[in-house]
């Protein structure tokens, strides 16, 4: 029972902060969060440029202001990873499909970050050692944008369960995951902030940090789904799609032009995954495999019972 009550309050407090955070209002609130934000940060930059700024704070701050999009960059990354943990709870293949979205925004602000690392005035010499790195992770996140459309256009959302306490506990599962997740982001990204404001530069990757957590979580809801109603056929899908994630970790720590090509990799694993299993399973096929191991489990018992007579 009481299980049952703090399971409800979970969803009920997950779903409330799904509306807000979806709504028109709040798009509209961090848009003009961002902007503020990007603005805010080019002043900055340009008053410590100028030596305007008190020593204690000019010595914590850039004086490139290139590296305000970078900024700004980062923060748009920290909304997408929440929007991607919302729809962890609606279903595993298409959270599969935001980690590739977020992991494409990484590719991309790379490329700014590349590029922040130019002294102004731009000059090419300074340029043109970072085209290679700046060419490699905008085409790899371009590449992976297509693929993630194919991607989607695959998934058909088969029900794996006709027993609806099944459903309803690896429901409750993904809430409670969800929910850790949502601390887990909100405490790497404080902790990111004061070390950047304490130490003028963050000690670890907010990103790189989380997809590893997401690794745990993933494996963790393979796991669960095949706790009450175990298939081959889901249980090698999702367990392909935690691969993917895997693999994504990966590419998260690889040189630019390597990371981009495995988190290319990961997406053609992830597009093969799902056209092998559309393929050679139905919505039909996998609720009649489970129906056929609950008549063995009765055929069996019924035997067993027999010869002990």
Known sequence: MIYRIINDYIVWMLHNLEEKFESTHSFKFIGALLVGIFIAGIILIELNRQNILPSSMADKLPTNHLIAIDMVFNLLLFIEVI???????????????????????????????????????????????????????????????????????????KPISRDENNISSFKAAKYTIALLLLVVIQFLGVLSLYQQIAYGKAYFSVFGAFYTVLVFADIFIVIFSIRGNYSYPVAFRNSGFAVSTIIIRLALIAPPAYGAGIGIGAAVFAISLTLAYNYFTSEESVIEFLIDREKRKVIARNHLKKNQI
């Open 83 to 157: 929007s991607l943990i919302f729809k962890m709870v609606r279903s595993f293949s298409d959270s599969v499909g935001k980690q590739f979205e977020v992991f494409s925004l990484i590719l991309l602000r790379d490329t700014f970050k590349e590029f922040s690392h130019f002294q102004e005035p731009l000059c090419w010499s300074n340029v043109a050692p970072a085209i290679i790195p700046i060419l490699a992770t905008s085409g790899g996140s371009l590449v992976i944008f297509v693929l993630i459309g194919f991607y989607y256009k695959l998934q058909k959302h």
